[in-house]
């Protein structure tokens, strides 16, 4: 079908297969892959798309995709991803595939250098262009610059930051010193204690963090400041069976001296319950594995050898760190002191408990095999061994009703209790000590004068598991933030401001997430609110908790119960045990058991008292924090961390939206991190998920550049001559763009601000260069630009002057000939009869020839018969005379007429009989004949004038019924367009109603798809099972919904090809409406999928308009927006109906496409005919001076032609469009209509016509 034009399908492993169409349905397009000849895939119309002519070919931006969607994207990044091109552009959003090798050369500083000063554009898609961008941004607009470096956990937004970081710091921080050294150094530090792997990705951050440049007055680095979020401590005590702790332990373990893997007590990392439970493998080499001894490896490593990836060594990246904290400035006993903290928190998870046989109270003590752990951790934490026993088998409270001299009691605890002691103890020190990190680099940092910053954002991205707890709760709130300010800062704000400046771009939807965040942060019923509220209760439980978030909420589409999960394996979580949150990336369950305990950051009094009396300096100062609260009661204080959460992500959303911003979306290419692998249904879902879609319908006709008239016109003013200087802000830059030579569609005027498209950088950074030797160069164009454009206007006017004269004598010309004309036929209408009578008894005058023969033969008499002649030949005459003289209707004509044809005939008779009276009989017969022969004669013109007349008289009627059945139309129509606009009121609150029903029908589809791909990309991971994606009866599409109307035939399973046939054979009359109905349905929804669809770039539109003027246009461009506009069709009914078959033929201007938009005298108009049997199109032609006619037939040429509903077209309404048959047929037999019906006959599919062939009877 459609010429086998090339369009992709959905698929759930490739994303989209490349394909052609064999079917179209009501709501699906039943497509055959390429690769898979004799399959088929069915997919709803708005996830098919048309592919490119060449889709092996790449382009570095993808907004210049002759069709921009999500298929063509996606095959985009695919091809370059294939020839190792990891970056792509969507305008001035970078998109980067994580290609899991070294890139040769792609990170160099030969490459860094060539980027310095370079537009976007200009050179290949890279992070060194963003970077430079925000560089020259902040520089050019004096303002602080933000890169948003986004993607999921393997997708390479780590390794991103770091070489922002580094192109920022070569390129303007040479001058800086060791500033330059400790901003790139400050990246391994982090990683090495905030990083770990995970079962997605090998050096997955656990933190988020933003790491600020700033710049001086000269624009040089000057300095940094490392802000930090939300470091996941439960992997402290806790990992996955396939995951890691956190670097720092296993390099300890591994890679540090022997003296001081023996005073820090280090074992394999098995042998530690913090690491033990997890992945207990290194990360080496061949060459460190072989410098590891045997007793710094673990069990599992001896079986299984080493992990590898090709940027982590456990062995060397100890050293790493240790240099890194050298760069910081950190002497030995510094360093010695963090690595001291870290061997005390793995001792510390050593600690076991057991039940105390000696205590009524049912406590606990320490296992007596953990006393050598207890006394190392106290050792190495310095504290008091015996004080570390009691503080975590024990804490202290303080009677209420004492007051402050109230009764000290000192309360024992469980096994479990003080199990979750020791693990909030570990928890605490090591994020305290990751917070001391972080400042230490601040510190290492300093910047005295800032003018202005840029930002490199680096979160975790969009997180889901099988069991997700309150970290990945807390970091899709982030990234639900984080989505909403992009689709504000991209989408929302972009469209504001083109509208306030009316650039008339279309409007973009895309799915709003407020409703999720304020589930999430609202007061009182919001998600975190709830949690402090259950924290501060004297005996909380996750189940009330749970029960709280579902009663609250139980309304918001946005949450709802585990078992609505599409991951079966979520159905046995009970409702009490978790909940579901439909995130803008898919569903999320997440489970509450551990919310409360994640979610509090404080110790027992008795744990704080004895670690701030450590005699370890290090740890005194972490824990010396002087605005912490103090126990005032026997309740254990409670310190939200999901509070602290949100403050610091409010701080850091102000800052966002304080700076301009740029995006690097990370895409991780595969599940299985391996190169040259690309799981194409896995990096849609990713770019979905950043919200590429969106991006790509605004960005193809967006502009995302933009500067102020009077900010570019001020950056000239003062090298401008008088001349120049003088002219209007506005009417500078339109000079300016055209002495440069700027395509018009590249660039467009707003109100304030002149905008450019999306690939037009460089054009855009030459206008804004403001060097002196650049700027008199761009006057110097002006000023020719301006003497050129009024040259040009002159000659134009001369032009138009002589134009419109030449139009002025044409119309004189024409006008004389009007009146002419009219002059002669209101003439014609006057004297037409008159002289037609003259004719008709001037004809008489023979008669009287024969009558004066009658007369010469005869012998007696003969006078008076000539007198009685002669009598006859003055009545004629005085008749012709008084016609001639006065005005005399038909009617009197005609009864003169008669008159003198009784005169002649009476007289011929007296003659004849005086004849005969002196001629034998033969002579008597001679003339019987004769006059039997007049009669003859004259009855046959006056039959031939009653003929011509009945036919004149049948033509009047045929047109009076015409006008007439045109009236009563347009008199019903207006009835109609009144009881519509008194009804209008009425409807409009309906209409909206079901918009908005439908809108929120359409989102809960794309959430239910988006829910279903989230969950098909977790049970790949683990083998489970997913539940099929089910349509409801409210999802049905409208198609659907108006094929079920017609309950008699159920057709909306029906072949495309089947419809036809049926058309083509059928005899029975409802069936046949039924799937010509049924058809056009079908035909409309794929003509406006393909308009929807339609190519993007403005040059090649217009370079193929010609080509595709027929294809393209299957009616008038009035016929078509009429259709829009157009009243719903009545629904069919049973009662047999003579207009439902009549056969009607329409004729109207038609201008071709490609003539549209020229002047009026090169604009070339024709003629669009169409033949209507019934209510659908039959036959249709269209009529060009110069070109081929195109003719077009029902059954064979069904995608060209126009597929609407006749009261659709408005074609009935339009006065003189409807023709006569044989004028329609007239045109149609003179281009060749019937040649090529005759050669199509059996494809056919007007009944109409298949009778006229005699196919049909």
């Known amino acids: 079908m459609d010429g086998g034009k090339k369009i992709w399908v959905p698929h759930p492993h490739d994303g989209f297969k490349l394909g052609r169409i064999l079917d179209i349905g009501v709501d699906t397009i039943t497509v055959e892959p390429f690769d898979a000849p004799g399959s088929a895939i069915s997919a709803p119309y708005n996830r098919v798309f048309p592919a490119e002519e060449y889709d092996n070919k790449d382009v570095e931006d993808n907004c210049a995709l002759m069709y921009l969607n999500e298929a063509t994207l996606l095959n985009n990044i695919k091809v370059r991803y294939t020839k190792n091109l990891i970056y792509s552009y969507v305008a001035n959003i970078l998109i980067a595939v994580n290609p899991y090798f070294e890139v040769p050369e792609l990170y160099s500083s030969q490459t860094i250098k060539k980027y310095v000063g370079k537009s976007l554009g200009t050179v290949p898609p890279h992070v060194f262009a963003i970077a430079d961008k925000a560089y020259r941004d902040m520089k050019a607009l004096k303002t602080s610059q933000s890169i948003i470096v986004s993607g999921e956990s393997g ?701 010469s033969q005869l012998k007696k008499d003969k006078s008076s018969s000539e007198k009685q002649v002669q009598a006859v030949a003055q009545s004629i005459e005085k008749v012709i005379q008084q016609i001639k003289t006065t005005r005399v209707t038909r009617q009197e004509i005609d009864k003169a007429y008669s008159g003198l044809v009784a005169n002649i005939n009476q007289t011929l008779n007296d003659l004849q009989k005086k004849l005969k009276q002196q001629k034998n009989k033969e002579e008597e017969e001679r003339l019987r004949k004769i006059q039997e022969e007049m009669e003859r004669e004259r009855k046959k013109k006056e039959e031939e004038e009653r003929k011509k007349r009945r036919e004149e008289e049948e033509q009047r009627k045929l047109r009076m019924e015409m006008e007439a059945r045109r009236k009563k139309e347009e008199e019903e129509r207006k009835r109609q367009e009144e009881a519509d606009r008194k009804a209008a009121l009425e409807l409009q609150a309906q209409l909206e109603k079901e918009a908005a029903a439908n809108a929120e029908r359409q989102q809960q589809l794309e959430q239910e798809r988006l829910d279903r791909e989230l969950a098909l990309r977790l049970a790949e991971e683990d083998q489970s099972q997913v539940e099929e994606l089910q349509r409801s009866e409210s999802q049905k599409s409208i198609g659907a919904a108006a094929a079920e109307d017609d309950k008699k035939y159920d057709l909306a399973k029906w072949k495309y090809a089947e419809l036809r046939d049926t058309i083509n054979t059928s005899c029975d009359v409802d069936l046949l409406e039924a799937c010509r109905e049924e058809f056009h349905r079908r035909l409309k929804v794929y003509h406006a999928w393909k308009s929807k669809n339609k190519k993007r770039n403005v040059q090649e539109k217009q370079l193929n308009n010609v080509k595709n003027a027929q294809t393209d246009e299957r009616a008038p461009k009035a016929v078509m927006e009429n259709s829009q506009n157009a009243p719903p069709i009545p629904p069919r009914t049973n009662v047999p109906n003579s207009e439902e078959w009549a056969q009607r033929y329409f004729r109207i201007p038609f201008v071709r496409p490609s003539d549209q938009h020229r002047d009026e005298a090169q604009r070339k108009k024709g003629w669009w005919l169409a033949h209507f049997d019934g209510k659908w199109i039959s036959r249709q032609m269209e009529l060009h001076p110069d070109k081929q006619p195109v003719l077009l037939l029902a059954g064979v040429d069904d995608m060209q032609m126009c597929e609407l509903h006749l009261d659709e077209t408005g074609l009935t309404r339009k006065r003189g469009a409807e023709i006569l048959e044989h004028e329609f047929n007239a045109d149609w037999r003179k281009n060749g209509g019937d040649s090529y019906l005759n050669s199509n006959r059996t494809r056919v599919t007007s009944k109409y016509l298949r009778k006229i062939l005699g196919i049909d009877k």
């Open 155 to 855: 997708a390479g937004k780590t390794e991103s930051t770091k070489y922002i970081l580094k192109y920022l710091t070569e390129s303007w921080g040479s001058h800086a010193g060791p500033i330059e050294e400790r901003i790139v150094e400050s990246n391994p530090l982090m990683e090495a204690f905030g990083n770990a792997k995970t079962v997605r990705n090998n050096n997955s951050s656990r933190f988020g963090k933003f790491v600020e440049i700033h710049f001086n007055q000269k624009h040089i680095v000057d300095g940094g400041f490392v802000s930090h979020y939300l470091l996941e401590k439960s992997r402290i005590c806790v990992q996955g069976p396939d995951e890691r702790n956190y670097h720092i332990f296993y390099r300890m373990c591994a890679g540090a001296p022997e003296e001081m893997r023996k005073h820090l007590r280090l074992l394999p990392p098995d042998q530690f319950h913090y690491l033990n439970r997890g992945c207990t493998q290194y990360f080496c080499t061949t060459a460190t594995d072989r410098q590891l001894n045997q007793n710094r490896k673990s069990k599992e490593y001896l079986q299984k050898g080493s992990l590898h990836d090709p940027q982590l060594d456990d062995v060397t990246d100890f050293k790493v760190t240790d240099h890194a904290m050298s760069q910081m400035g950190m002497n030995e006993n510094e360093k010695m002191a963090i690595y001291t903290v870290v061997a005390g928190v793995l001792h510390l998870g050593n600690i076991a408990f057991e039940e105390n046989t000696e205590d009524m109270k049912g406590g606990c003590k320490v296992h007596a095999s953990s006393e050598q752990s207890l006394a190392a951790a106290s050792l190495l934490l310095g504290t008091d061994k015996d004080e570390m026993r009691d503080a975590l088998t024990s804490r202290v409270m303080q009677a209420v009703r004492g007051g402050v001299k109230g009764t000290v009691i000192k309360v024992p605890l469980k096994i479990y209790e003080a199990q979750s002691a020791r693990d909030a103890l570990a928890k605490t020190i090591y994020g305290k000590l990751f917070d001391y990190i972080v400042n230490r680099v601040n510190q290492a940092l300093p910047f005295k004068s800032s003018a202005s910053y840029i930002g490199v954002l680096d979160i975790a991205g969009f997180e889901y598991f099988q069991v997700n707890s309150f970290e990945q709760f807390c970091i899709n709130y982030c990234n639900e933030k984080l989505q909403q300010f992009f689709n504000e800062r991209i989408l929302k704000e972009e469209q504001l401001l083109y509208n306030k400046e009316g650039l008339n771009v279309k409007r973009i939807d895309y799915i709003d997430n407020s409703d999720c965040i304020e589930l999430i942060e609202n007061k009182s019923y919001g998600i975190f609110d709830i949690l402090d509220e259950e924290n501060k209760l004297p005996r909380p439980t996750p189940d009330h908790f749970t029960a709280e978030v579902h009663d609250k909420n139980k309304n918001h589409y946005r949450l709802s119960v585990p078992r609505k999960s599409k991951l079966k394996s979520h159905r046995d979580v009970r409702d009490d045990e978790g909940f579901l949150i439909r995130h803008f990336a898919g569903a999320v369950c997440y489970h509450t058991v551990q919310f409360l305990e994640k979610n509090n950051d404080a110790l027992h009094a008795s744990l704080e008292i004895v670690v701030q009396e450590s005699k370890n300096s290090l740890i005194r100062q972490v824990f010396d924090d002087p605005t912490s609260k103090k126990m005032a009661s026997g309740k254990l204080t409670f310190i939200s961390v999901g509070n602290k959460f949100r403050t610091q992500l409010k701080t850091l959303m102000d800052k966002l939206k304080s700076t301009g911003t740029n995006f690097v979306r990370c895409i991780k290419p595969n599940s299985k991190m391996v190169d040259h692998l690309f799981e194409g249904a896995q990096i849609l879902s990713q770019l979905q998920c950043a919200g590429m879609h969106s991006v790509l319908d605004l960005m193809q006709q967006g502009y995302p550049s933009r500067t102020q008239f009077a900010d570019l016109y001020n950056m000239y003013k003062r090298y401008l001559p008088a001349e120049l200087a003088r002219l209007d802000p506005r009417l500078f830059c339109k000079a300016l763009f055209k002495a440069l030579g700027l395509n018009e569609n590249d660039f467009k005027f707003g109100l304030t601000k002149v905008f450019f498209r999306p690939g037009k950088f460089a054009e855009f950074d030459q206008i804004m260069k403001s060097d002196p030797e650049n700027l008199a160069i761009l006057i110097k164009k002006v000023k020719r630009w301006l003497i050129c454009s009024r040259w040009r206007k002159a000659q134009w006017c001369a032009l138009s002057v002589i134009k419109l004269k030449n139009k002025i004598l044409y119309r004189r010309a024409m006008l004389i000939k009007i009146q002419k004309t009219v002059k002669m036929w209101v003439c014609v209408r006057k004297y037409r009869p008159r002289f037609k009578g003259i004719q008709k008894i001037k004809t008489l005058r023979s008669q009287l020839t024969m009558m004066g023969q009658i007369v």
